[in-house]
Every structure is written in structure tokens, then in C-alpha cells.
């Protein structure tokens, strides 16, 4: 049996509380994640700060009218937090990666020891930063909500160009929330179809707040789900409107893994015990030596001590070598 790696995004979810960051992880640890992934960034490592109207949200999403700038300034997780919070997470079993935002992040993660790389949607297409993130051989996860087919295989050989080849794409749509006629799963059995043959493992960033759509893209095949995270969404925080409660949180995890039960492995092994219940050949009139099988004294029936049925057509108007008793389970040597 599998075992898919959940991971909980805090993002922004901690509002700025070094302690409340603290309880989002134990939370995630207590509702069963094998992760909990932060974002490693400045306002200033990922945007300039302009107020010009190519900076200004719009479009119908939670942040409209915000400028990136102020936007990201709000919402970003203070680096002297996170060697603080990966050492917490690993102190209680749980495994602390981040995604990096531009190159000097990548340094920054290193140097407190992450064990892995996740790369957001919108910097999927930044190749040079996935390049150098890539280049510490360490496992990449990249989203790829905004990314063409195209730009996913480009993002991959950029991984591999720099010798890794430990690669994982998340299907994703960047809504926030999804709705979840936008999320198109069957999406994930062709990118395994198209990456598979390289080496990459394909998975599920998912930001609609269902259980259902985990469900499905463990049983086609995803090997990694993401969702974000948050103890409650009344506490505000740049995500917390698509983020899950505990509750949520919790239900997914053992959602996916009853998934993982239930897919279980190839096998086209016979449950034996059950086999003897099957139909087979029965006599069921009292046949004499020399008398012919009919349809009348020869009957395809429970239980399966008998001949299996397959050999009806080959036993009907044969004889009997000897005398066969109503209730006897047929045999080959029984027929002349």
C-alpha cells in the first residue's frame, strides 16, 4: 500500500504570531499531515514596491484593490521564525519544508537544512529559480496552476539539466477557492502518462475546500496532496478563506488514506475460503453405471466441491463409469 505525503500549508495563516504559527503545526501533527510547508519571502524578494495599476489587485479574487507590495508585506512568514519552527515541527514528528521565493531564499532554506523544495505556480515559469533551488539535489515539488504543458516539461528539464531527477507536479488550478468543476483531475492520469516515462511523480495542490477531490486524485494516481491550513478561518490571514479547519483537515487525511486501503495492490489472487461457495457440477438425481449426464441429473450449482462449470458441455451425454449418488460432487474420473 502507498503512502501519499499530505502536506499543510500554513501560508499566511499565522497573522503574523510566532505562537499561533507554533499551534498550526501541532494542530497539522494531531490531524495526521506528514508535512507542514511555510513560504520564504520578503515583500521586497518578490515584488518592488510600486502603486502603479500593473501592481494593484483586481480580477474578482479575496485580494483586490491590495497592492502586491502591501500585500505580500502582510502576509509573509518572518525568516527569524523559521529554523525556530522547523526545529518544533521536528521535535514532534513532523516534517517542516517551505517554498522559496527568489534565490536568496533557496540560500536561506538551505542553511537551516529544509529536506525539500516546493515551487509555487506563479515561479514554476521562473526556470532559473527552479534551476538553482534544483541544483541542491534535494527533492523539488512544483505547482503548476499557470503553467502550459509546454512550460510543465520546461520546468522538468530544468531540474534535470542541473542533475535532479527527483521531480514532482502537482496538478493544481489556481483558484482561490476552487470551485470543483475547475479542477479537472482526470488531468492527472495523462500527466502521468506524459511525465511518468521521466521520472516524475505527479500529485495535487488543492485549494477547493472538498474532501472529494482528494479522494479522487489519490485513486488516479497522485502521489503527493497539498492543502492550506489554518486552526480556525474566522482568525483572518491573507489564505484563510480556502484554508481548512482542523475538523476539515483531519477528515481529509483519513479520507485519503482509506483511499490508500481501498486501492490497495494489483492482486488477482482467489480467496479460497469463500471459493468453496462458488457453483460447480453436482449430481442431483441418482445416477446408475452406464447412465448418460443430462441436463435433468447434472446441474451447475452451489457450493464448488465439484467440477467446475466449464466442463458441462463436455460431461453432458457422456456415461457414468460408476453409480453416483444425488449430492455428489461431479468429478472427471466420473465420466466415461
Known amino acids: 500500500m502507498s503512502h501519499t505525503l499530505i502536506i499543510a500549508e500554513m501560508s499566511a495563516n499565522h497573522c503574523g504570531n510566532l505562537d499561533l ?143 535532479n531527477d527527483d521531480i514532482t507536479l502537482l496538478k493544481c488550478t489556481s483558484s482561490y477557492p476552487a470551485p470543483l468543476e475547475s479542477m479537472n483531475l482526470l488531468t492527472i492520469p495523462d500527466m502521468i502518462q506524459k511525465f511518468g516515462p521521466q521520472g516524475v511523480e505527479i500529485g495535487l495542490s488543492d485549494h477547493s475546500m472538498h474532501v472529494e477531490t482528494v479522494v479522487a486524485a489519490v485513486a488516479l494516481g497522485a502521489t503527493i496532496v497539498e492543502k492550506h491550513f489554518t486552526l480556525d478561518r474566522a482568525l483572518g490571514g491573507a489564505d484563510a478563506a480556502f484554508s481548512l479547519n482542523p475538523e476539515e483537515f483531519k477528515a481529509t487525511v483519513e479520507a485519503v488514506r482509506s483511499t490508500e486501503k481501498v486501492l490497495g495492490a494489483v492482486d488477482y489472487s482467489v480467496n479460497e475460503k469463500n471459493r468453496k461457495f462458488a457453483r460447480s457440477l453436482f449430481v442431483c438425481e441418482d445416477i446408475k453405471e452406464g447412465e448418460k449426464f443430462t441436463a435433468k441429473n447434472i446441474r451447475s450449482i452451489r457450493p464448488g466441491h465439484g467440477l467446475h462449470p466449464k466442463y458441462y458441455d463436455s460431461v453432458i451425454g457422456k456415461t457414468a463409469r460408476r453409480d453416483l449418488e444425488r449430492g455428489t460432487p461431479l468429478k472427471l474420473e466420473d465420466k466415461g
Open 21 to 163: 504559527a507554533k499551534q498550526i503545526i501541532a494542530k497539522a501533527k494531531e490531524c495526521g499531515a506528514d508535512a507542514v510547508k511555510l513560504q520564504t519571502y520578503t515583500a521586497d524578494t518578490i515584488t518592488i514596491d510600486c502603486k502603479n495599476e500593473y501592481f494593484k489587485v483586481a480580477g474578482g479574487t479575496l485580494w483586490d484593490d491590495k497592492y502586491l507590495y502591501d500585500l505580500y508585506k502582510e502576509a509573509y512568514t518572518p525568516w527569524e521564525w523559521q529554523k525556530k519552527l522547523k526545529d518544533y515541527a521536528e521535535s514532534i514528528g513532523l516534517e517542516l519544508f517551505s517554498t522559496p521565493f527568489d534565490n536568496s531564499a533557496v540560500d536561506f532554506l538551505e542553511s537551516i537544512g529544509v529536506g525539500r523544495y516546493k515551487i509555487a505556480s506563479f515561479e514554476a515559469v521562473d526556470y532559473n529559480l527552479v534551476k538553482y533551488a534544483a541544483s541542491k539535489q534535494k527533492p523539488m515539488i512544483i505547482s503548476t496552476g499557470i503553467c502550459s504543458l509546454e512550460e510543465m516539461q520546461e520546468a522538468v528539464d530544468a531540474c534535470k539539466s542541473v542533475g
